[in-house]
């Protein structure tokens, strides 16, 4: 990595950097988040030695994880979501990978590289160490990217919901929904290397090649392009879903609970589907009841509950990335302006993968 | 037990009984099931060592247990239920107690008192000896009755939901529906044993009045009076709720799952107001994207899943029932004619505790 211009004045006593960052202006009960919502602001940040409290550092952020959950934070209630709200006036978070450019923790060196859930989307901040999550080896030959993409958000979510949650055997038939986004690229290689029957719903014909052959979906099919997803899935799965990652929610999820087999997990990772209504207008389930005859497993998961499992997650992923079993489609968009762009982008159908913002080089 | 007048004649070698049983003479898709569904017969049984195969045993029935899930047998369809359908001009199925009267398995005895699950609606039957999930100690002071009901369906049910899935732990709050019912009262003791706080909801002031007096409910409310499902629950948990109990389905289940408290569990044992409509027609579930946030547990459970924790289940109750922990509550029917009527019974909120027919005395 090379030193950026700002680690010349380090030794200046009076160090002061100008950081953009995005802040909170208003909530957002319904729809895309917008400019009314999220707004950038430059604002000077001192990181001379006396400014950083103990136990904390200076962080330069390299790349942000742009994040479906996001949107869940800028709701301003807790209408369904529960998730702890950003709070007006006050810079934003996400996962993110940066630099250590001074640290008062002595774990901690200037130019170490780290993984941060909790980061300020801005290009400067200081903030306990106790948020890192690890230190990341620069010579492990895997991408910074990756690090937010298999290796982050995404990829943890995937392998909890399919390794931890839906534990399928090998032959079992799994489905995907938004298989083409960046959970369900993660999660479909997760289910073929345990030897499952893989099919994912994706939004265009694009994606769904993209998912066959990048991904190693057995099959797949373009949602907008079925006027009903039973007989989707009738054709799809003749012999029913033992398990389904629920990424989307509302209609597709009232769908497969008309296919599942007896004991069937459904691990609700999100629902992209729902998130910008109010609750009230969500579409409701109407068929619960065959979870009884069934006895089908539904379970919600956050990630912050499997935290102590990262380490077991990291080595797994890792070594599936060095063997060439996991792949990661990326999007990256250049600048911390593009972050409220990457963000709405989310919710368009527009994109493959991972959405990583790079903000520095 | 005193030896029915039929007894006499086991020495003859032309034994044949008249009876009388229930059979299905039309699936019934929606609405209470009627005599148009249901029928009833008397036919001639030869009961003579001949007609008795090897490894069965001529089965004289006690006692029917009249459960909801009956219902979901008779609808004709898979849509939404899964479970086996009776067969049409077929006799009915039901959980029983009963007397063995001539047996061709070694391991029962003429006279021997019977539990068995899938015991055919009629007077008199010859099934195979593998259908006894136990034998009963006449001796044991506990009523016949009661076998069907705290250690029969309604009870292994409320222990499964209760003590195997829900688990909730000492303070935790727990709510009921249906909980004058047969698996509610169940449940609902269950619970105060374990020392939880337990709310439970019902359809008339007096079925409140008596879940708290005789099933040591903390509280309940009458469903039929509260407008908002969402304000009952405010009120009755100002804490949220970790378990639920949840037989209704339906409206109840949506504002319970506007209560949840994080990692709250929802044991799914049947839901009573969903199952005389087509799943079409059910009401939707609109806020299940609250399971995320929540990480909650919804999970479907059929007994024939648990039969191999009967025994546990059956050595905890009769230690609570002789302890006086359990009571049971058992609204009894005379008569094998009675089968239909005690059925339409469950679904009109007329009755309290568990509907049991009486075949014989």
Partial sequence: MAATGIVEDKNNNNWVVQSTEWYLAAYSAEGVPNSNHLKLRTVPLSLSYDSIPDDHFALET????????????????????????????????????????????????????????????????????????????????????????????PGFAAWVGIVVLGDPKP??????????????????????????????????????KLIKEEFGYDDGFNYNKESDFDVALSKYFPNGIDVYLDNVGGKMLEAVLNHVNKHARIPLCGMISQYNKVWTEREGVRNLLNMVGKEVRMEGFMLASYWHRFGDFAKDMEGYIKDGKVNSKNKINIGIESFLDSLASLFTSSNIGKVVVQVKA
């Fill in 62 to 153: 390299l790349f942000i994880s742009v994040d479906p959950f996001l949107r869940t934070k800028l709701t301003g209630t807790l209408d369904g979501l529960y998730v702890q709200q950003y709070q007006l006036n006050q810079v934003i978070t996400a996962f993110a990978v940066g630099r250590v450019i001074r640290s008062k923790d002595s774990k901690y060196k200037d130019g170490d590289l780290v993984l941060v859930p909790t980061a300020p989307v801005a290009e400067y901040s200081i903030i306990p160490s106790s948020r890192i999550l690890r230190k990341i080896d620069a010579a492990s030959g895997i991408s910074l990217p990756d690090y937010l993409s298999s290796l982050g958000v």
């Fill in 171 to 208: 032959g079992s038939n799994v489905f995907i929904s938004a298989a083409s986004g960046a959970v369900g690229m993660n999660a479909g290689q997760l289910a073929k290397i345990r030897g499952c029957r893989v099919i994912g719903s994706t939004g265009s014909d694009d994606k769904v």
